[in-house]
């Protein structure tokens, strides 16, 4: 890709990076940074929850911390993003998996 830099994943986890509030470009680039390469399981209170490659699982209350926002603004960026094209959401009961919409290019292809 023409014009990009690789971010590693770990990123997302970085103190620099979590240690203001989130706006929402940012929250954007945090699913980016956390969505799985790979199919699979998620579990969180005692149940599994299936995400796809290109998805991430967002807890709301986990996420509001995370973002240092409300819940109901989490749910509101993430309705935002479903909006515009961005992504796609299943709900669950406090969790919400987003599908990031042609996750694809934003996959480095392997060299």
Known sequence: MANSILLEKSFAGDALWLSEPFDNPRRWLDILLRFNHEDGVYGYWGRNVHVDRGSVALVHRMTAKR????????????????????ATKQEYKGCTVVSVVGFEKYIPEAS
């Open 67 to 86: 973002w240092s926002c409300t819940e109901l603004q989490v749910q509101q960026f993430i309705d935002i993003c479903c909006i515009v094209g961005m």
